[in-house]
């Protein structure tokens, strides 16, 4: 799973016209589920960013997370996160999960962000639409996360 997160003052996400999710300030997440990701990985990558600390204390240190500061979350699909771009100039789409386990993975990320961080400061994007997303990125403050899946244990009893 992927994150990339942008520390805003405020940022809001609309589609066909209508505004879907809004929020003060808090963090404008896009989100990205790859291949062999599982409900694990989104779990492990939601509490890493509600405990990333990238908002001042007192001092103006980068020691306070969102969680701490109440802020809002705006999470945006984007399987285009997970982009192989190491060859050519178009990109290759092959490491992003298939459509299907992306809006499972996200709709799972949105249900526990929710639980955990409040239903009121956590809006959304729309899974497979064309959306248009505004933002004011408080610093510039923008950071990638990423929690891979776990290698399968070796078997203990294999000869090589």
Request: proline share 5%; glycine share 10%; with cysteine.
């Amino acid at each position: 799973m992927i994150a990339l997160l942008q520390r805003v003052s405020q940022a809001s996400v609309v589609v066909d016209g209508q505004t879907l999710g809004s929020i003060g300030t808090g963090l404008m997440v896009l989100v990205c589920a790859e291949r062999n990701d599982t409900p694990a990985e989104a779990d492990a990558l939601l509490k890493k960013l509600l405990a990333y600390r990238v908002f001042s204390d007192e001092a103006g240190k980068m020691n306070r997370s969102v969680a701490d500061v109440q802020g809002g979350l705006l999470l945006i699909p984007q399987f285009t996160l997970a982009a192989d771009t190491n060859s050519g100039t178009r990109p290759s789409f092959t490491p992003a999960a298939a459509p299907e386990l992306g809006r499972q993975l996200f709709d799972h990320f949105v249900a526990q962000a929710r639980a955990r961080h409040g239903e009121q400061r956590v809006g959304t994007g729309r899974f497979g639409a064309d959306m248009k997303v505004s933002l004011t990125n408080d610093g510039p403050v923008t950071f990638w996360l990423q929690v891979k899946p776990k290698a399968p244990a070796a078997d203990m009893n294999a000869t090589g």
